[in-house]
Nanobody, 125 residues
Framework: QVQVVESGGGSVEPGGSLRLSCTSS????????IAWFRQAPGKEREGISC???????HYADSVKGRFTISRDKAKNMVSLQMTTLEPEDTSVYYC???????????????????WGKGTLVNVSS
């Protein structure tokens, strides 16, 4: 099954920053919309950011102004720069690829076909 792979998770203190990356050895990410989701313990998975195949970006209100999504086509990579992290950002973060546009329906980006296994981000002092 085609997968994308997340990296860059870890532990950070409140107010700190992390950069997550999403890559794939099987698909060209530039052909797809790429979305980041997160799922905290006991909570539903939620979409937090997405970049379309034409590099239009979208952010959930919870991360707007703190997170930045970007694409590097030469490296076949999509990154999520996270700043001013809060304990509430603690989650497993997932990357997904699918479609060409970012369509959010009920806190999830619709049309994602290829998923990663997630990377843990822990924000605590």
């Amino acid at each position: 099954q085609v997968q994308v792979v997340e990296s860059g998770g870890g532990s950070v203190e409140p107010g700190g920053s992390l950069r997550l990356s999403c890559t794939s050895s099987e698909i060209t990410l530039g052909y797809y919309a790429i979305a980041w989701f997160r799922q905290a313990p006991g909570k539903e998975r939620e979409g937090i950011s997405c970049i379309s195949s034409t590099d239009t970006t979208h952010y959930a209100d919870s991360v707007k102004g703190r997170f930045t999504i970007s694409r590097d086509k030469a490296k076949n990579m999509v990154s999520l720069q996270m700043t001013t992290l809060e304990p509430e950002d603690t989650s497993v973060y997932y990357c997904a690829a699918g479609g060409v546009v970012c369509v959010m329906i009920e806190s999830r980006y619709n049309g994602m076909e290829f998923w990663g296994k997630g990377t843990l981000v822990n924000v605590s002092s």
